[in-house]
């Protein structure tokens, strides 16, 4: 089961300022934890959604908002994507977290499991999918 945990951005990461050393040091052992466990897939943080965009879909049509965007307790900040057996193993890894904004600063990480492929598709597609993503993947280790 995959499950990303996703962090809520803060005033700090929105206007860009970057986390101090003294917390993101205790991040990148807790991630280095996780790797070791075999259960992390992927860890980023993300630019301030000043330097985004989002784009609606409506009636066919396709719109560009640029960032910013005011809700700031709405948008993700960073995330994990992990590789775990239950729900329960994923949310006591992220109970295991430093507070990614120190101890002083509310933080909240909402922690959703992913969809699978073959969820969706069917087996024939699912072989097409897979074709591509070992595509990818050599074009990738060029």
Sequence with gaps: ??????????????????PKAEL?????????????????????GLQPSSRGARVRF?????T???GPFAETQELVGGFWLLQVKSRQ??????????????D?????????????ASDFLPP?????LEALRAEVRRKQSR
């Design 104 to 116: 002083d600063t509310v933080a909240e990480v909402e922690i959703r499991e992913l969809f699978e």
């Design 64 to 66: 560009v908002t640029d």
């Design 58 to 62: 409506e009636k066919g049509k396709r």
């Design 89 to 102: 193993e994923a949310i006591e890894w992220i109970k295991r977290a430093p507070s990614p904004f120190g």
């Design 24 to 44: 993101v040091k205790p991040m990148v052992e807790f991630n280095e934890q996780m790797a070791r466990a075999g259960v992390l897939l992927a860890a980023e």
């Design 1 to 18: 089961m995959r499950f990303m945990a996703i962090l809520k951005a803060s005033k700090d990461s929105e206007t860009g300022v970057m």
């Design 124 to 128: 024939e597609d699912m072989a097409r």
